[in-house]
């Protein structure tokens, strides 16, 4: 059974930086594109950055390109997100997202969130 | 890189069937065959419904069904039930080399 769990959560303050950490288990984590989705409080779901099963691909949404940026550790199972510049229009539960084999064919399992808050 | 455009808000009585459209681009739904379908409960995580238009994952009722016609993905729910209430989301890939998602849409079943 696919299971992923974030950590890394909390709150922050404008211009400061917080790192995200999704620990993945019950499949094989390095034959995956991986992702990471946010969700504003009472908002939709938006697109944040993806990450390619070996990790030399990125990619990211506008409005986080030049702030955040994804990795991963195929030796430990784990996605990250470090995210920097923070604004409090990024205040959002984060989910960390597996992708199939190509990350543009979309994600099919979901972690239950973190939730971030930029504020003063 | 504009969000999807999908009604935000349909309903139902049970039995019936309703249809959520979700509206892109060229460059997105209309370009190629990677859009997905999500459920989305309340203080929940979203669940895939559909994936590349019309495909259902193991374990989803036969109930849902995905199909496209130009910009235009659609997903239909037949046999409305209870607990069928709740949001739905569409996702595509695109030519920015992105995903993007709709805005949603919440379903009421009268």
């Known amino acids: 059974e696919v299971h992923l769990l974030e950590s890394g959560g909390g709150l922050v303050q404008p211009g400061g930086s917080l790192s995200l950490s999704c620990a993945a288990s019950?499949?094989?984590?390095?034959?995956?594109?991986m992702n990471w989705v946010r969700q504003a409080p009472g908002k939709g779901l938006e697109w944040v950055s993806a990450?390619?099963?070996?990790?030399?691909?990125?990619?990211?949404a506008d409005s986080v390109k030049g702030r955040f940026t994804i990795s991963r550790d195929n030796s430990k199972n784990t996605l990250n997100l470090q995210m920097n510049s923070l604004r409090a229009e990024d205040t959002a539960i984060y989910y960390c997202?597996?992708?199939?084999?190509?990350f543009g064919d979309g994600i099919d399992y979901w972690g239950q969130g973190t939730l971030v808050t930029v504020s003063s | 890189q504009s969000a999807l455009t999908q009604p935000a808000s349909v309903s139902g009585s049970p039995g019936q069937s309703i249809t959520i459209s979700c509206t892109g681009t060229s460059s997105d739904i209309g370009g190629y065959n990677y859009v997905s379908w999500f459920q989305q409960h309340p203080g929940k995580a979203p669940k895939l419904m559909i994936f590349?238009?019309?495909n259902r994952p193991s374990g989803v009722s036969d109930r849902f069904s995905g199909s496209k016609s130009g910009n235009t993905a659609s997903l239909t729910i037949s046999g409305l039930q209870a607990e069928d209430e709740t949001d739905y989301y569409c996702s595509s890939y695109t030519s920015s080399g992105t995903l993007v998602f709709g805005g949603g849409t919440k379903l009421t079943v009268l």
């Open positions: 590349d238009v019309s």
């Open positions: 990450i390619s099963n070996v990790g030399l691909a990125t990619y990211y």
């Open positions: 019950g499949f094989t984590f390095s034959s995956y594109a």
């Open positions: 997202a597996k992708g199939k084999v190509w």
